[in-house]
């Protein structure tokens, strides 16, 4: 790879990255309402309920981070494939986990279509890391 070629920005890594950040709006704008505000009223012990909250959080804190570091593998080529090893071995997982959950509780993968943006966040990371 040529030093030129090195240094210019990931397209798709950038893509990633703003794909990213729109998921975490949605996550939060849309998503807390739908998800967490009933668990939350609802009767449930409240180690659930502090458990849960945490694990909302943590997928917020994990879109952001992951967000974070497409930007920084788009201006640093070297980064781009550990980013697209642990990055997108986390979107592929939780990809899979929406997919398999979802034909487990509704027999289909579109009662919860997160899987797309996972995949397609991981799809772009794998095209930003094969583009030379």
Known sequence: ???LSASRPSACFL???ALGLATTAIHVIAGAPEIMDPLLAADLPPVVKGVSDVLWHHITGLLL???AGCIWA???ASWRLPVLVFVGGQFLLIAGLFIAFGFYWFSSPWPMPQWI???L???LMALG???R
Request: positive net charge; aromatic residues 4%.
């Open 15 to 17: 893509a990633a990255a």
């Open 74 to 76: 788009a201006t640093h």
């Open 129 to 131: 890391t094969r583009r």
């Open 65 to 67: 981070i992951a967000a």
């Open 117 to 119: 943006l996972f995949g």
């Open 121 to 123: 966040m991981l799809g």
């Open 1 to 3: 790879m040529s030093s």
